[in-house]
T-cell receptor, first 113, second 117 residues
Framework: GENVEQHPSTLSVQEGDSAVIKCTYS??????FPWYKQELGKRPQLIID?????GEKKDQRIAVTLNKTAKHFSLHITETQPEDSAVYFC????????????FGDGTTLTVKP | GAVVSQHPSWVICKSGTSVKIECRSL??????MFWYRQFPKQSLMLMAT?????????EQGVEKDKFLINHASLTLSTLTVTSAHPEDSSFYIC?????????????FGDGTRLSIL
């Protein structure tokens, strides 16, 4: 199965700073790379995703970059705000995993006002 | 769009009880539904993949006789925890995808917090 590593496990930044979370995967056939945000006690919500034919995607303060050769993709959050505080999960999908996702262990982001 | 409804949101019951959790896609047809389990401060662990009209595919280590999954229609999947015990207490979350391609986002339900006394 797919091995997924997510780093760092915790990240604390000052409001306005940038945050970067990296996800490394093992299955070279994976073709879909989403990032989910989960607030305490709530469901995961898709915040951005990228497909294997694209290297970078941006949506306002959030961006995702993909390096298929090195098998990693990263979440970038700029101008962080306290409401960005949550747990973020990567979940590479598809390929030999027959259409299912393997979630990373999560990164707890704390944005200090 | 792509709303997934999960019920109940909270269940507290005695050991030995069977508990059914429903997952419905409200505004789309879900070709595939997934059931996850999440312990406090941990990641989502996939339990099984459910396709409409066929048997669920369980992940290694998940007892299919313990966690019964039924996906009778394109909008409804159910998870029944049979003869639940305190170690089954957890947060159970379903998700659904549309279409037949594998590179589709998952839409999650609000989750069910199960507490077995």
């Amino acid at each position: 199965g797919e091995n997924v590593e997510q780093h760092p496990s915790t990240l604390s930044v000052q409001e306005g700073d940038s945050a970067v979370i990296k996800c490394t995967y093992s299955d070279s056939a994976s073709n879909y790379f989403p990032w989910y945000k989960q607030e305490l006690g709530k469901r995961p919500q898709l915040i951005i995703d990228i497909r294997s034919n694209v290297g970078e995607k941006k949506d306002q303060r959030i961006a995702v970059t993909l390096n298929k050769t090195a098998k990693h993709f990263s979440l970038h959050i700029t101008e962080t705000q306290p409401e960005d505080s949550a747990v973020y999960f990567c979940a590479p999908h598809g390929g030999t995993n027959a259409g299912k996702s393997t979630f990373g262990d999560g990164t707890t982001l704390t944005v200090k006002p | 769009g792509a709303v997934v409804s999960q019920h109940p949101s909270w269940v507290i019951c005695k050991s030995g009880t069977s508990v059914k959790i429903e997952c419905r896609s409200l505004d789309f047809q879900a070709t595939t539904m997934f059931w996850y389990r999440q312990f406090p401060k941990q990641s989502l662990m996939l339990m099984a993949t459910s396709n409409e009209g066929s048997k669920a595919t369980y992940e290694q280590g998940v007892e299919k006789d313990k966690f019964l999954i039924n996906h009778a229609s394109l909008t409804l999947s159910t998870l029944t925890v049979t003869s639940a015990h305190p170690e089954d207490s957890s947060f159970y979350i379903c998700s659904a995808t549309t279409g037949t391609r594998s590179n589709q986002p998952q839409h999650f339900g609000d989750g069910t917090r199960l507490s077995i006394l």
